[in-house]
């Protein structure tokens, strides 16, 4: 769950690039490849797939009751490494029952990790302790924790661990971890207590659209994740359905990004998530979307085939590239204002961020897209698939430009997912003596409740931080974030003119209103 990078002062190493690509998930003993809920670390084991909903690898087919295997079966091993003769009767293999993918929920100990307020047209969760929780991977056997946290923790300096394991807060096997440089085995189980603060979103409701004994369908504001994932948590709409509506146990049928608005289903069942999701392997699901792009988009119908190619998995980072996955998405003028167009695009294949890098690539990105309508992309900002510079420096500028805007939390990211050289160069308070917190930003009439705070004294057990003097205390010694003034974004700096309106499928079909951007009277700021 924690995400890393690496880099050098010139440009993104090789190994930066491939840290930027993919995200680190654990995977607990005895458990398939598929997509399955952790509820300590409000993740999943497995990143979601992008061509066919969420979940996972294929897996064997159940055989139908009365009937014959049809697939010839392996034939079976004999003394000696000979191989069963011609019409020597064999075993016949019959595949193990499929595992069904439970819904994802949290126990009302979960919701009550912290409460949440409405601030400036913003939804804000007050900082609370979290356990982050992991067992011990492959590559890290044989290796210290020392060197694990320097080099695939990064969302903190090196020097937060080691102050960490000193007042109690890292544990390995759940046994208090003073001494770094301890040596991993295999199953080896890790938690870290962290001070948890998640970005707001905006103060827009989640609208329920309908439901039934199968479905649960909403209509998802923009900048809410669907579940948790990165620093999101209780701001997701699986667990603001979960504490507000009691809907739990949910299967997501498909994912929308963060900063997309609109029609969300999800499954009840198990069974009608199998179902559903064989209706989108098949392309028998329909889906309708809306956008604001620049300037006139031609009155024709735009039909876009370019392949588009990952540049970046962490950042979601997408172009154009005949290396790519084919896909298609059709495209519908609806109205011109003389600044720009509303746009009804129709995605015929799911790769990610599809619509948004075919506008780009025909020249009309989505008025306010804070990935692929920015200057990182040069002049032609990605018009027709010019890209004067490598992936690694598209990257780089990329990171760079909301880094000087103090934008990251739009690409879900923060200072420690950043390479060495775009970092700050002090490390910020962990070089001094921690019986006293460092100096803060903050009002200094503000009291300062973590002064009370014996650091070398203090010890934390993760499993009862919920439970200890800290629960809900909105200042940690410990915590960077705790020690930074953030101004918080405009509500409308958190939405993107990207909005799905419809779903369609085999005896359904749910929409949702036209968002106010889409209005034919709309005018920009």
């Known amino acids: 769950m924690w995400l890393g990078s690496s880099g050098t002062p010139a440009c993104l190493s090789a190994a930066a690039r491939s840290a930027l690509r993919s995200f680190t998930f654990a995977r607990l003993p005895g458990s398939s490849r598929g997509c399955r809920p952790r509820m300590a670390s409000g993740g999943c084991e497995a990143p979601e797939a992008k061509d066919g909903g969420p979940g996972?690898?294929?897996?064997?087919?159940?055989?139908?009751?009365?009937?014959?295997?049809?697939?010839?079966?392996?034939?079976?091993?004999?003394?000696?490494?000979?191989?069963?003769?011609?019409?020597?009767?064999?075993?016949?293999?019959?595949?193990?029952?499929?595992?069904?993918?439970?819904?994802?929920?949290?126990?009302?100990?979960?919701?009550?990790?912290?409460s949440y307020?409405?601030?400036?047209?913003?939804?804000k969760v007050r900082p609370y302790y979290f356990d982050f929780q992991t067992y011990c991977k492959g590559r890290w056997v044989g290796r210290s924790l020392l060197h694990v946290y320097s080099t695939e923790f990064?969302?903190?300096?090196?020097?937060?661990?080691?102050?960490?394991?000193?007042?109690?807060?890292?544990?390995?096997?759940?046994?208090?971890?003073?001494?770094?440089?301890?040596?991993?085995?295999?199953?080896?189980?890790?938690?870290?207590?962290?001070?948890?603060h998640e970005p707001p979103v905006t103060a827009e409701p989640i609208r329920l659209l309908a439901e039934d004994d199968e479905v649960v369908v909403v209509d998802k504001p923009s900048s809410m994740p669907v579940h948790p994932c990165g620093r999101f948590r209780h701001n997701t709409v699986i667990f603001v359905l979960g504490k507000e509506h009691q809907?739990?146990?949910?299967?997501?049928?498909?994912?929308?990004d963060r900063l997309t608005s609109g029609v969300l289903m999800f499954a009840k069942t198990a069974a009608v998530s199998e179902r559903i999701h064989e209706q989108v392997r098949d392309r028998q699901l329909e889906k309708?979307?809306?956008?604001?792009?620049?300037?006139?988009?031609?009155?024709?119908?735009?039909?876009c085939k370019e392949p588009i190619l990952v540049v970046s998995y962490k950042v979601g980072l997408c172009r154009v590239d005949p290396q790519g996955k084919p896909c298609e998405t059709v495209f519908q003028r609806l109205s011109y204002n003389g600044h720009s167009s509303v746009v009804?695009?129709?995605?015929?294949?799911?790769?990610?961020?599809?619509?948004?890098?075919?506008?780009?690539?025909?020249?009309?990105?989505?008025?306010?897209?804070?990935?692929?309508?920015?200057?990182?992309?040069?002049?032609?900002?990605?018009?027709?698939?010019?890209?004067?510079?490598?992936?690694?420096?598209l990257l780089r500028d990329l990171l760079e430009e909301h880094r000087a805007k103090q934008s990251l939390d739009v690409l879900d990211l923060f200072e420690g997912d950043l390479p060495p050289d775009l970092k700050p160069a002090s490390d910020p308070f962990f070089k001094q003596d921690l019986k006293e917190p460092a100096a803060t930003t903050r009002d200094p009439e503000e009291p300062n409740q973590a002064a009370?705070?014996?650091?070398?004294?203090?010890?934390?057990?993760?499993?009862?931080?919920?439970?200890?003097?800290?629960?809900?205390?909105?200042?940690?010694?410990?915590?960077?974030?705790?020690r930074l003034v953030r101004q918080d974004p405009l509500?409308?700096?958190?939405?993107?003119?990207?909005?799905?309106?419809?779903?369609?499928?085999?005896g359904f079909e749910y929409s949702s209103p036209m968002p106010a951007w889409a209005q034919d009277d709309w005018k920009e700021d």
Request: charged fraction near 30%; proline fraction near 9%.
């Open 56 to 114: 996972c690898s294929a897996e064997p087919r159940l055989q139908a009751p009365g009937r014959e295997e049809k697939r010839a079966p392996a034939p079976a091993p004999t003394s000696g490494g000979r191989k069963k003769r011609r019409g020597q009767a064999a075993e016949r293999l019959v595949p193990p029952p499929k595992k069904r993918r439970p819904g994802v929920s949290f126990s009302e100990q979960h919701f009550a990790e912290t």
């Open 247 to 256: 809907l739990k146990e949910l299967h997501p049928l498909h994912r929308l």
């Open 344 to 393: 009804q695009c129709r995605p015929l294949t799911g790769r990610t961020h599809q619509i948004r890098v075919h506008l780009q690539f025909l020249g009309h990105p989505i008025v306010n897209d804070p990935i692929y309508n920015t200057a990182a992309w040069g002049p032609a900002r990605g018009r027709g698939g010019h890209i004067p510079k490598t992936d690694d420096e």
């Open 117 to 123: 307020y409405f601030e400036g047209g913003l939804r």
């Open 288 to 303: 309708e979307y809306v956008c604001r792009v620049e300037g006139e988009f031609p009155a024709e119908e735009v039909t």
């Open 154 to 196: 990064r969302a903190h300096p090196l020097s937060y661990y080691e102050a960490a394991a000193r007042i109690g807060r890292l544990r390995l096997n759940e046994q208090p971890v003073r001494d770094l440089g301890v040596v991993l085995k295999d199953n080896d189980f890790l938690r870290n207590t962290v001070h948890r």
């Open 452 to 482: 009370s705070l014996d650091l070398d004294t203090t010890e934390l057990a993760p499993r009862e931080a919920t439970e200890s003097g800290l629960k809900n205390k909105e200042m940690d010694p410990l915590c960077e974030e705790c």
């Open 491 to 506: 509500p409308q700096e958190l939405v993107m003119y990207l909005h799905a309106l419809r779903y369609k499928g085999p």
